[in-house]
């Protein structure tokens, strides 16, 4: 969970637009809904990295009562959203720590109702961790199946053999879902590698029912690509993250998804930072500014100084070919992106002002900077940019 931050009046805030949420919730259930034939899948959020920046604790605020399963990586997530749940007397939901969780944070989990995920061998000296301690508790958990991408997950051809303490095991773990993650959804537009994991899946959850017979078991392997991309991958509910917030994984699937359904092209991205300038100063032509004195004022230059930098999450790789947006004009950082500041070029956008709020991501105006253009400029993808946004900085839902 987030610490609660301390006020900064000076520092840089991100503002989260719940029109925008609202908006991308409603386009993805109806979209699913769509789906000629098949039932809904039910809607999962995916709210890991700080739920994509924009701040776990006030995202589930927004987003706890619109989504049916709510999956985390940290059990600590999970045990803070329970506590949310009890003191502001929301109802229950379904809660899925997806990732790795020792045999005490299971059993935390398991007494708060929330479920894991058994993804490797080391489940069977949690089952029997768990029976020693007599507690009479079972673990509901989802089975991963590696089919492709190398990371948690018994493989599909030998589920027999690393899953067959499972079988035994049913007094303290019971088996309720069986899940796999794309390797290649992103990357390309076409899904030939998706097929394959989507069959080795089917194959591994028919092992699975082999070993386990009788044992429903909810499916689920969609995450914001997919989704949107292979209707058949969509089971019995989907783990949405990125798109949630109203961002792309990738330009190509940007580009695939209008063709599955046009409107996905409405996605609206919900994020924009902002931060006002610390001070803003004149410096004559043929000063030079920042560290290593990288960038030379050709002219008289009018500079505004902004308390930001790469602590706060503003990728030091854009030095030399980001800019902001002071009243709706773009304005160039010159000179390096420090640790607390970058020094912009206002001359033009705001010559008479004392003082300016800069627009780092999202709309000012007409000009916007997406965290695809930030990402873009930083050589990463729009991912990291909102994950590595300080968990220190305000959020605001606006
Ligand atoms: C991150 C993640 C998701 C969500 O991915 P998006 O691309 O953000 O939608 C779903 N499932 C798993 C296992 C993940 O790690």
Not at 22 to 44: C, I, T, W, Y
Not at 109 to 124: F, K, N, T
Not at 287 to 315: H, K, M, N, Q, W
Request: glycine content about 10%; hydrophobic content about 45%; aromatic content about 6%.
């Amino acid at each position: 969970m987030t610490p609660s931050p301390i006020p900064q009046p000076n520092a840089s805030w991100l503002e989260t637009k719940r029109s925008c949420l609202e908006h991308n919730v409603a386009l993805f259930r109806q979209v699913l809904k769509a789906d000629g034939g098949r039932a809904s899948p039910r809607l999962g959020g995916v709210l890991k990295g700080n739920a994509y920046g924009h701040g776990f604790e006030p995202m589930l605020a927004e987003l706890h009562s619109v989504l049916d399963v709510i999956y985390v990586i940290m059990a600590a997530d999970a045990l803070a959203l329970r506590a949310l749940e009890a003191e502001r007397g929301w109802a229950r939901r379904q809660v899925v720590v997806i990732g790795a969780v020792t045999a005490a944070e299971v059993r935390a989990l398991a007494e708060r109702g929330v479920q894991c995920v058994l993804g490797d061998p080391s489940w069977e000296r949690i089952g029997l961790e768990l029976r020693a301690q007599g507690s009479g508790l079972r673990a509901q958990v989802h089975v991963h199946l590696d089919t492709g991408l190398g990371r948690e997950g018994f493989r599909p051809e030998a589920v027999a053999r690393d899953l067959a303490f499972l079988p035994g095991m049913l007094d303290v773990l019971e088996p309720v879902g069986a899940l796999t993650h794309f390797a290649n959804t992103e990357d390309v537009t076409e899904q030939n590698y998706a097929q394959g994991q989507l069959a080795a899946f089917d194959a591994g959850v028919a092992e699975l029912q082999k070993l386990l017979p009788g044992l429903p078991l909810e499916r689920h392997a969609a995450a914001s690509a997919a989704a949107m991309l292979l209707p058949e991958a969509r089971y019995e509910v989907v783990r949405v993250g990125i798109g949630l917030f109203g961002l792309w994984p990738s330009n190509e699937t940007r580009i695939s998804a209008r063709l599955v359904h046009p409107d996905w092209n409405s996605l609206q991205p919900a994020l924009s930072w902002r931060c006002r300038s610390q001070l803003v100063k004149s410096l004559p032509a043929g000063s030079y500014i920042g560290y290593g004195c990288s960038f030379r004022c050709e002219r008289d230059t009018t500079v505004a100084v902004l308390p930001v930098g790469y602590f706060d999450g503003y990728p030091r790789l854009t030095s030399a070919r980001a800019h902001v947006l002071v009243n709706g004009r773009r304005c160039p950082v010159v000179g390096r992106v420090m640790m607390n500041h970058i020094i912009v070029d206002i001359t033009l956008a705001a010559p008479q002002a004392s003082e300016v709020v800069a627009t780092l991501l999202g709309e000012d105006g007409g000009e916007s900077i997406s965290a695809e253009t930030l990402a873009a400029w930083a050589q990463t993808i729009n991912y990291e940019i909102v994950t590595r946004l300080g968990a220190h900085l305000r959020r605001k839902v606006i």
